[in-house]
């Protein structure tokens, strides 16, 4: 708003007038400048006032840092797909508001207003290439029109209801013999079943589980922060792997600093051992813990810059770190290392993915070794060890030895095959991404979902409660029919749709297929619109989320 000028008056009883910048609240007038009377101006004032006020309390969708990794970039590509948990957390949290479901990649701020969430899955897209995606976005023009989110790379698969493909699919348990197999002839010496490649960590992982990360700049400060090597080779089954563990002590700053490091190569030799002082005062030696006492660094000079140095002249380019949690370690020893096999993970003794079982429990249930013993404090040699011994046990058993998640995800696999045909190589994620289902019925909110006939065998029996029903419908025009009329009715809290697209080409159908969508929700409903078959195989989703917000009519016409 430019300032006020106040014309000079041609007589006594003149109104002031206010000659002010062209806004997007007013049109122009055609010399490019429009005068106000001092109460116009006061009431446009008040009008932006009340306007900026109830925009406040509008529901709205705010990707984090780990949310904009996950957005798509010109070609179609971005650095981290969400997983289906994460979309999962954003939809339950729609449902369910602040409590068990929280989304770490976004923020859906003012939960409390939303009307609804409705969910429409389209299969059947292939966006693989670069113009495959220039393509998408400028034939659905509709998600620009209402000002969608960027599109967010989500891993979920091409098709997950697709025909059983005898010739192409297998069983989880032939795949994992015939890798197996192959594996085995390949470490005949070594006699390694499962390769220690499968049991690196992948980014994703890595920044699910707070690994330090040169792009994750929001959780650490990279001060201090180096890399083992100025350049890295592709890790093999040949690659040598050392088994490192750190002592912590507290220190003035706030946190744990590295008090001692000790790593052990395959032979179960201890290469390197140090204790370290800290650059800061130490407050509490957690000695319960670290075993660490200040008699023992009375007279150590030993700097965490020293330890740096060192381990990186030990370490080759092809190296594979192995530790329990090992993202402590490396935060401790402020290393930043691609290639790690973190115990914690590959062995899971409850099925909760989730969780995480002590190294104490893990040595004694697998190895028969007690460790951690006494009030003395941990023996970072002794477990650095132990990691060792339990990858080389994995590697001498099989990728789901050890790890009650990955078994409990084969046998429902198995058994969901026996009963209906679904691809094998898409159930666990099919899975994952319809457990929001089951969630979802756990809520009083009443709900709906419409399908396709041909893709109801893989919803059949699932979930369908009084409160959540699951109807199946012959064509997609009935579908989105049906789910619209379920928008209409706001009592149901959750819709969704789950369409086939059979001419990928045809995106002009789908277009008006999102605006018909979009036109039947009511207002401060979340919209989340999922096209299946993204990346550079297909195998992932692109999603497109956005908030229904009302139109500011009645407030115009108040003033």
């Known amino acids: 708003m430019g300032k006020r000028k106040l014309m000079s008056p041609l007589s006594s009883n003149a109104q002031p007038v206010i000659k002010y910048k062209r806004t997007c609240e007013e049109p122009p007038s055609s010399n490019g400048a429009k005068t106000l009377t001092e109460q116009e101006y006061l009431k446009l004032k008040l009008y932006l006032k009340e306007k900026k006020k109830i925009l406040r309390t509008f529901p709205r969708i705010l990707l984090n840092v780990r949310g904009q990794l996950s957005q798509l970039n010109d070609s179609g590509f971005s650095e981290c797909p969400l997983l289906p948990s994460d979309l999962n957390e954003l939809i339950l949290y729609s449902v369910y508001g602040p409590g068990k479901y929280v989304p770490k990649w976004s923020s859906l701020e003012m939960q409390c207003n939303l009307n609804q969430t409705c969910v429409l899955i389209i299969d059947g ?9 220039s393509h998408f976005k400028s034939s659905l023009p509709m998600f620009s029109k209402y000002k969608f989110l960027p599109p967010i790379e989500v891993e979920l698969p091409p098709s997950w209801c697709a025909d059983y493909d005898t010739d192409t699919a297998t069983s989880i348990t032939d795949d994992v013999v015939s890798k197996s197999t192959s594996t085995q ?8 079943i499962c390769s220690r490649t499968r049991l690196l960590m992948s980014l994703n992982q890595m920044m699910i589980h707070n690994y330090p990360l040169p792009t994750n700049k929001r959780q650490f400060t990279m001060d201090g922060f180096r890399f083992t090597k100025s350049h890295y080779l592709p890790v093999t089954d040949n690659s040598p792997m050392y088994a490192i563990d750190c002592e912590m002590c507290y220190t003035s700053i706030g ?10 190569n395959e032979q179960l030799e201890v290469i390197y051992e140090s204790l370290v002082k800290p650059t800061n005062k130490i407050t509490n030696y957690l000695t319960i813990y670290s075993g660490i006492t200040a ?9 965490l810059t020293d330890v740096q140095e060192d381990i990186i002249k030990i370490l080759s380019p092809d190296s594979i770190l192995i530790g329990q949690s090992l993202n402590c370690d490396l935060e401790a020893l402020k290393l930043f290392h691609p290639y790690v096999i973190d115990t914690s993970v590959i062995f899971n003794l409850n099925g909760n993915k989730g969780s995480k079982s002590k190294l104490k429990l893990l ?3 697998f190895l028969d070794m007690n460790i951690q013993c006494g009030n003395l404090g941990h023996d970072s040699i002794e477990d650095s060890r132990a990691t060792m011994l339990l990858v080389q046990l994995k590697l001498c058993k099989s990728l789901t030895y050890g790890d009650a998640y990955l078994i409990g995800q084969k046998r429902l696999a198995e058994f969901v095959n026996k009963k209906i045909k679904i691809n094998v190589k898409h159930i ?8 929001l289902l089951q969630s979802v019925s756990e809520s009083s909110a009443k709900g709906k979902v419409h399908l396709k006939k041909n893709l109801m065998a893989a919803y059949d029996n699932i979930w369908s409660t009084s409160k959540l029903n699951i109807e199946e419908h012959s064509t ?4 989105l029919e049906s789910v619209c009329k379920s928008m209409e009715d706001t009592t149901n809290r959750f819709c969704m749709a789950h369409m086939q697209l059979k001419n990928k080409n045809n995106l002009d159908l789908v277009n008006r297929w999102c605006e018909k969508y979009w036109a039947a929700m009511s207002s401060f409903a979340l919209c989340a619109v999922l096209f299946t078959g993204c990346g550079a195989e297909g195998k992932n989703s692109v999603c497109l989320l956005n908030v229904k917000q009302p139109p500011l009519n009645h407030l115009q016409d108040k003033f």
């Open 125 to 133: 897209c292939e966006i693989k290439t670069k113009e495959d995606f």
């Open 363 to 365: 040595a004694k249930n």
């Open 428 to 435: 666990e994620t099919f899975k994952k991404f319809l457990g």
């Open 476 to 479: 997609n025009k009935v579908v």
């Open 295 to 303: 008699s023992k660094l009375k007279n150590v000079k030993t700097t």
């Open 255 to 264: 946190r744990n600093e590295l008090t001692r490091v000790s790593i052990v």
């Open 185 to 192: 002839k390949e470490n005949v010496e070594n006699k390694e």
